[in-house]
């Protein structure tokens, strides 16, 4: 194997054939002057619009599909399977439409492992957090409105904890849940993926896509998967009465995302030991 290592002078070539792009500053005034900002915050409040049009119908369609009052095959629908892909297929869809625009971030859980990395500033995080709640919100409103009495009847697509799990297994859920999505995004999008080592090409969307089908697999059981706060609150708000446990899909994304931004930027990148050697490296000199 082609050892890890960022190639010295030493061994004739350049320090880096790879580029880190420089920390986003806390609070970045002149975006805020800059159309690309507001297109930008334009195109999360879409996306997550879609978003949630296009999943909550699929859940509320597998519901009432699967309903003896409606149906009498039990095994008809699409399934969790069905749900899942859902869900997956449409991040996959719109990270690669948005991610030239605004990141195709879609998620405040995203949003918020970036900004702990340093990728976004502070102002673009809250507004997209914003615009991405506002967005499931709309999403959300619009199925209501096309689909009035399957939506009370079979619960809005709302967040809630599984009978018999307790809430520490649900907040457990969505921490690791998110962790392996955010450690997704983080890894599909890493600037050392176009070192000379790195030998694995990856469209950054699929791999995004896949996990979150993968983790709506595993835990859909459990809390209907979150991992998502604005996808969680738009449900809530909508629907109106998925409010009991409603802080485990805020809490436990925030805490997963937290962990995939350490575990991505120090572990794996070492950023406090090349913080460390650029701090001695200026003493030296």
């Avoid at 095994?75 to 892909?85: D, E, F, H, K």
Wanted: aromatic share 14%.
């Amino acid at each position: 194997m082609v050892k890890d290592v960022e190639a010295g002078g030493q061994h004739g070539y350049s320090a880096k054939d790879y580029q880190d792009p420089p920390p986003a500053p806390l609070f970045d005034a002149e975006e805020l002057g800059q159309w690309s900002f507001y297109r930008a915050i334009i195109a999360e409040f879409v996306a997550t619009l879609l978003f949630l049009y296009i999943t909550i119908l699929t859940v509320i369609g597998y519901k009432s599909q699967v309903d003896p009052a409606h149906s009498s095959d039990a095994c008809g629908g699409v399934g969790i399977l069905g749900i899942a892909w859902a869900f997956g297929g449409m991040i996959f869809v719109l990270v690669y439409c948005t991610a030239g625009i605004s990141g195709g971030h879609i998620n405040p859980a995203v949003t918020f492992g970036l900004f702990l990395a340093r990728k976004v500033s502070l102002v673009r995080t809250i507004l997209y957090i914003a615009a991405q709640c506002l967005g499931a919100i709309c999403g959300c409103g619009l199925v209501k409105a096309f689909q009035s009495a399957y939506y009370d009847l079979y619960g809005g697509g709302a967040n809630s904890l599984a009978h018999g799990y307790s809430t520490g297994t649900g907040l457990a859920a969505e921490i690791i849940g998110t962790f392996v999505l955010v450690y997704t995004v983080f890894s599909a999008t890493d600037p050392k993926r176009s070192a000379r080592d790195s030998h694995v090409p990856v469209l950054a969307p699929l791999p995004i896509g896949f996990a979150v089908f993968m983790v709506h697999l595993a835990t859909i059981p459990i809390t209907g998967t979150g991992i998502n706060p604005a996808r969680s609150f738009g449900a809530a708000v909508i629907y109106g009465e998925a409010w009991n446990g409603h802080w485990i899909f805020w809490v436990g994304p925030f805490i997963g995302a937290a962990i995939a931004a350490f575990y991505h930027q120090f572990v794996l990148r070492a950023a406090a030991v090349k913080a460390l050697g650029s701090f001695r490296s200026a003493n030296t000199m």
